[in-house]
């Protein structure tokens, strides 16, 4: 299958965006200006992603001894800013030489995210498996573990799981290479029915990249925008690159997020407010490092 042609940009904190009216004109322009609705938004829901929590040295920008205090304001401060739920994309915590420790640590984050009260839902990264198998995972987060969809103010959130190998065999204590990712036909199938049965937009949530980026995507990511180009789909949410991204396709956009774990001081990181409204127009709002955007309602 042809890749279709998309818009790849890159910012370090605000980007406002429109329709596609603009797009031929994004790479003079610097803002990609968009109108949102005057009115209270229908959904929001505080975003966090790749913490590493780790008891261990500092590598290279990842500061694993920061994780913890880091995603703590973060929480503190999504809480104040009354999200209604809190969703993770992945790889909450970093390898150990002991298991026992990385189950530790991941029952640490999972319980940062219970003192808040609030509901959270986790979405599983390749380093949430090295480990576990899903099934633990699930014991010690008290989520899901799994792709699952829930409805907020009229809109369908929907996260995947991309912890497969493309021989279709699930994640599990180090049993795949972490640029084999994979999100098998019966969850693609899935996604097709959540989509088309919802009743209004539709927010896509994955740890890995569905946009292309070697290594970084699912292997199958084509057929995977080939479900989510409906116009449903008001934008899908990833994790997994820790950088700001973002890329255009069939007019969605596809985000990724700042992460928690990279940089020393407190304020260096990224976690950011995702406000939908009733039209389908989406305000990210960024914290820290995470950029802004802003979409219109797609028509």
Known sequence: MKSEPSVSLYSRRTF???????????????????????????????????????????????????????????????????????????????DYPKHEDEEAAIKAVADAFRATGLPYNFIMGNHCLAAVDKARYAELTGT????????????RFISLDACYRADGIAYAK??????????PKSQVDWLKDRIDSASGPCIVLSHQLLDPMPDLCVKNHQEVRGVLSSKKV?????????????TIHDNIPYVVLRSIIDGEPLDQCGYSM?????????????????ATYGWPARS
Request: proline share 4%.
């Open 144 to 155: 899901a573990a799994k792709h699952e969809s829930f409805d907020l103010g009229g809109i």
């Open 174 to 183: 180090n049993n795949f290479k972490w640029t084999d990712t994979f999100i």
């Open 16 to 94: 406002i965006g429109q329709g596609s009216l603009f797009l031929a004109g994004l790479a003079a322009s610097p803002l990609w200006l968009c109108r949102l609705p005057n009115e209270e938004p229908v959904a929001r829901i505080g975003l966090i992603t790749d913490i590493h929590h780790a008891d261990k040295p500092a590598g290279g920008t990842r500061f694993y001894r920061q994780a913890m205090p880091k995603l703590t304001r973060s929480l503190e401060d999504l809480k104040k800013r009354k999200v209604s739920r809190l969703i993770c994309l992945g790889d909450i915590v970093d």
């Open 234 to 246: 008001s934008a899908v949410i990833q994790g997994h690159h820790h950088k700001n991204r973002l």
């Open 274 to 290: 995702l406000e939908v409204f009733a039209d389908g127009s989406v305000r990210l709002s960024g914290f820290a490092e995470q």
